[in-house]
């Protein structure tokens, strides 16, 4: 038997698997669904629909179908149920790959240029997030290689949020290229990232593509946006401004209050995100529905009222492939990534993170090292656990970038007095003033009671904890 269906052909008794099961709008048939087999997907109706299958169409994954599929008007194409039933379990096939919708027949490319572009972000903040999330190791990864991008409308197939998350980052790559104010790391990063959401918003296996409770209550932009962050906040070195622009960038990420976006975009970078991720989509919906015009000239696009596509020649007397290759084979091409670039920076001594009088200021030695985006000017060696809740543990090497003033809530390197160096968080209270106690170091271990360090005229803050080394 043929796994091809043709308009204008008949079949008996044949097995599909259903989803996107829609109830009767308006003068419209009694229920529309989607039927796949064999990397066959069609959409399907049944004008009249009886209670017992009703009741099958909408609890029973595979389906049992008698019907023929539209040849001519309106619905060419699509199948016309006349009879259906629940498939018994005998009926069911352990192999149910041919169940599955099929994923794209570049697969194998967009996994490749998803690793390129990762590799491509050298902002050790993001580059570590990206490796935190996209590791090979945990169940991540396997489910966003094989997640839809949507229910239906764009990249709605296996493997389409890779394909959709690889466009985006490419389009904001090329962006960046040629507007060179604009962070390329940050782009692609966010880029990446932007749709994580949907592996909580959407099912996956035969179901893959229907929404969730979590996704029909919340959406995929504040699910992704919400399980970013508490990764950043895992990442106890992360910067907290740049946890805000990340953030951001995800919860804009469909640019207008009228697409589901929780925040306009605030800035260039996310402008960018927004216009990349929409260009995606709308190509993709523009090409799907061209590839199923029927020899038509125009079509109207589906599932969006008042837009039609042109289908036609567009008068070109080289094909479009030919053209990029031979004009802009600088876009094409994997971006050429300098190194990192390495400084040489002194490692002052030791600092306490315990008692004050474990520090030390003797010089012991210089490191090679990529420092932090923002920079650093030395760099000093843990001792002590004091500051183990925050993960800064014994023998740690940390970046201290010199301050005139800390913030309230600072990591800091301190002097105190004939005790020696500490690490501590540094603590204000605004309200006293200048007054005696309003300033104060602090540990972050809640196994230890360590006492607070009053900052005063003995205390010298000698700058900032920007970022952290640790050898295994």
């Given at each position: 038997m043929t796994t091809e269906l043709l308009p204008g052909e008949k079949f008996r008794d044949r097995l599909f698997s259903r989803s996107h099961v829609e109830k009767k709008k308006g003068n419209g048939p009694d229920v529309k669904l989607i039927l796949t087999f064999s990397n066959g997907r069609h959409s399907a109706k049944k004008w009249t629909v009886t209670d017992a299958e009703r009741a099958a169409i909408s609890l029973s994954p595979f389906l049992v179908v008698t019907g023929e599929v539209d040849k001519g008007g309106t619905y060419e194409g699509e199948i016309t149920i006349n009879s259906v039933r629940s498939a018994a379990e005998e009926e069911i096939p352990e192999d149910l790959t041919p169940y599955l919708r099929p994923g794209h027949e570049d697969a194998a490319q967009h996994l490749s240029r998803f690793e390129q572009l990762m590799s491509s972000v050298q902002e050790p903040n993001l580059r570590c997030l990206l490796d935190k999330i996209f590791d090979k190791e945990k169940e991540i990864w396997p489910q966003f290689c094989q997640a839809h991008a949507a229910g239906k409308k764009h990249h709605a197939y296996p493997g389409g949020l890779l394909h959709h998350s690889v466009e985006v980052a490419e389009l904001c790559a090329a962006a960046a290229e040629i507007i060179p104010t604009l962070s390329r790391d940050l782009l692609v990063a966010?880029?990446?990232?932007?749709?994580?959401?949907?592996?909580?918003?959407?099912?996956?296996?035969?179901?893959?593509?229907?929404?969730?409770?979590?996704?029909?209550?919340?959406?995929?932009?504040?699910?992704?946006?919400?399980?970013?962050?508490?990764?950043?906040?895992?990442?106890?070195?992360?910067?907290?401004?740049?946890?805000?622009?990340?953030?951001?960038?995800?919860?804009?990420?469909?640019?207008?209050?009228?697409?589901?976006?929780?925040k306009l975009p605030m800035f260039p970078e996310a402008q960018v995100?927004?216009?990349?991720?929409?260009?995606?989509?709308?190509?993709?919906?523009?090409?799907?529905?061209?590839?199923?015009?029927?020899?038509?000239?125009?079509?109207?696009?589906?599932?969006?009222?008042?837009?039609?596509?042109?289908?036609?020649?567009?008068?070109?007397?080289?094909?479009?492939?030919?053209?990029?290759?031979?004009?802009?084979?600088?876009?094409?091409?994997?971006?050429?990534?300098?190194?990192?670039?390495?400084?040489?920076?002194?490692?002052?001594?030791?600092?306490?993170?315990?008692?004050?009088?474990?520090?030390?200021?003797?010089?012991?030695?210089?490191?090679?090292?990529?420092?932090?985006?923002?920079?650093?000017?030395?760099?000093?060696?843990?001792?002590?656990?004091?500051?183990?809740?925050?993960?800064?543990?014994?023998?740690?090497?940390?970046?201290?970038?010199?301050?005139?003033?800390?913030?309230?809530?600072?990591?800091?390197?301190?002097?105190?007095?004939?005790?020696?160096?500490?690490?501590?968080?540094?603590?204000?209270?605004?309200?006293?003033?200048?007054?005696?106690?309003?300033?104060?170091?602090?540990?972050?271990?809640?196994?230890?009671?360590?006492?607070?360090?009053?900052?005063?005229?003995?205390?010298?803050?000698r700058g900032k904890v920007v970022g952290l080394l640790r050898d295994f």
């Amino acid at each position: 038997m043929t796994t091809e269906l043709l308009p204008g052909e008949k079949f008996r008794d044949r097995l599909f698997s259903r989803s996107h099961v829609e109830k009767k709008k308006g003068n419209g048939p009694d229920v529309k669904l989607i039927l796949t087999f064999s990397n066959g997907r069609h959409s399907a109706k049944k004008w009249t629909v009886t209670d017992a299958e009703r009741a099958a169409i909408s609890l029973s994954p595979f389906l049992v179908v008698t019907g023929e599929v539209d040849k001519g008007g309106t619905y060419e194409g699509e199948i016309t149920i006349n009879s259906v039933r629940s498939a018994a379990e005998e009926e069911i096939p352990e192999d149910l790959t041919p169940y599955l919708r099929p994923g794209h027949e570049d697969a194998a490319q967009h996994l490749s240029r998803f690793e390129q572009l990762m590799s491509s972000v050298q902002e050790p903040n993001l580059r570590c997030l990206l490796d935190k999330i996209f590791d090979k190791e945990k169940e991540i990864w396997p489910q966003f290689c094989q997640a839809h991008a949507a229910g239906k409308k764009h990249h709605a197939y296996p493997g389409g949020l890779l394909h959709h998350s690889v466009e985006v980052a490419e389009l904001c790559a090329a962006a960046a290229e040629i507007i060179p104010t604009l962070s390329r790391d940050l782009l692609v990063a966010c880029a990446l990232l932007h749709d994580l959401g949907k592996l909580t918003e959407m099912e996956h296996g035969l179901s893959a593509g229907e929404y969730t409770a979590a996704g029909i209550l919340n959406g995929h932009i504040s699910l992704g946006a919400s399980r970013v962050r508490q990764i950043m906040n895992s990442l106890k070195t992360f910067p907290s401004q740049l946890k805000e622009s990340v953030t951001h960038m995800i919860l804009s990420h469909h640019g207008i209050l009228e697409y589901g976006s929780p925040k306009l975009p605030m800035f260039p970078e996310a402008q960018v995100l927004a216009q990349c991720d929409l260009l995606s989509a709308r190509v993709f919906e523009y090409t799907e529905a061209a590839k199923n015009a029927n020899g038509q000239l125009c079509v109207w696009l589906s599932g969006r009222d008042n837009v039609q596509i042109y289908t036609g020649d567009l008068g070109l007397q080289m094909p479009p492939e030919v053209v990029k290759e031979a004009a802009f084979t600088y876009i094409t091409q994997p971006r050429k990534v300098p190194a990192f670039q390495t400084v040489t920076l002194r490692i002052r001594g030791l600092v306490a993170a315990g008692s004050p009088d474990q520090g030390s200021r003797e010089e012991e030695e210089t490191r090679e090292v990529v420092p932090p985006a923002c920079g650093a000017d030395f760099l000093v060696r843990v001792t002590g656990d004091s500051m183990a809740d925050e993960g800064i543990r014994e023998h740690d090497v940390l970046f201290v970038k010199e301050v005139e003033s800390p913030r309230n809530g600072d990591i800091v390197v301190a002097h105190v007095g004939a005790n020696g160096e500490v690490v501590k968080r540094y603590r204000s209270d605004p309200a006293a003033g200048t007054e005696v106690g309003a300033q104060w170091l602090e540990s972050e271990n809640s196994s230890r009671n360590y006492p607070n360090i009053p900052v005063d005229g003995d205390t010298r803050i000698r700058g900032k904890v920007v970022g952290l080394l640790r050898d295994f």
